[in-house]
């Protein structure tokens, strides 16, 4: 059994990304893992400031929801990331959810595995090769960590559209039953 944690950073309703990592966590269930899920919706999350007190301190210098969920993922053995596309590249919300993660960075983290789900518009094999790009910058930080695969959502453009597509569904909820 695998401590796996999901953070979809979409914040809309109907959101693809979302409606991919709900799939992906219940495979991880199906398969008998303990599984959190948390959405960046509603959280406060203040841009890294960059101050590097946290390489010392192992903790950030701002007070918001970014101290509970660092901990959630230090805990877990598997991370998977959910985001929408954003001119090519994850969500901004993911990207500021990472940099946060920096008190982190010295420190002996136990997460191997890092998957990855987007969703465009775009239907080209290549719309989310940014994302997944950034996402490895992130896990080279971590040498403990390595990237383990990603769902690549084309296509999706209005809200749940995703539910249209079953293939893509299964494909998420594969993932999870594999993490
Ligand atoms: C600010 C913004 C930028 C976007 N940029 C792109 C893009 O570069 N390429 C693309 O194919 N879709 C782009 N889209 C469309 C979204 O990727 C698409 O609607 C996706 O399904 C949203 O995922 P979500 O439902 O999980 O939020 C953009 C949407 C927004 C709001």
């Known amino acids: 059994m695998k401590k796996v944690l ?18 992906v966590q219940k495979g ?15 959280k406060n999350i203040k841009f890294c ?14 007070t918001d929801d970014m101290a509970d969920l660092i901990d959630k993922v230090q805990n877990a053995d598997v991370l998977v990331f959910a985001t929408p596309i954003y001119y090519y590249e994850m969500s901004g919300q993911l990207k500021t959810f990472l940099d946060r993660c920096n008190p ?4 002996k983290n136990k997460f191997k595995d890092v998957y990855l789900i987007t969703s465009s518009y775009d239907d080209a ?11 490895k910058g ?3 930080c971590f040498e403990q960590s390595h990237f383990a695969g990603a769902v690549v959502g084309g296509g999706l453009n209005n809200p749940k559209d995703a539910k ?6 299964q494909k998420a909820y594969e ?4 993490v």
Do not use: H
Not at 28 to 40: C, Q, R
């Open 125 to 135: 094999v290549n719309a989310s090769d940014r994302a997944i790009s950034g996402i």
């Open 104 to 107: 982190l960075f010295p420190q």
């Open 28 to 42: 991880a269930l199906d398969a008998g893992n303990d599984v959190e899920y948390i959405s960046l919706k509603g």
């Open 164 to 169: 249209k597509q079953d293939d893509l569904l």
């Open 49 to 62: 400031i960059g101050c590097l007190s946290c390489q010392k301190t192992y903790k950030c210098v701002q």
């Open 175 to 178: 993932l999870g039953k594999n």
């Open 6 to 23: 999901i953070v979809s950073s979409s914040l809309r309703g109907g959101s693809n990304s979302d409606i991919l990592a709900r799939e």
């Open 138 to 140: 992130w896990i080279e």
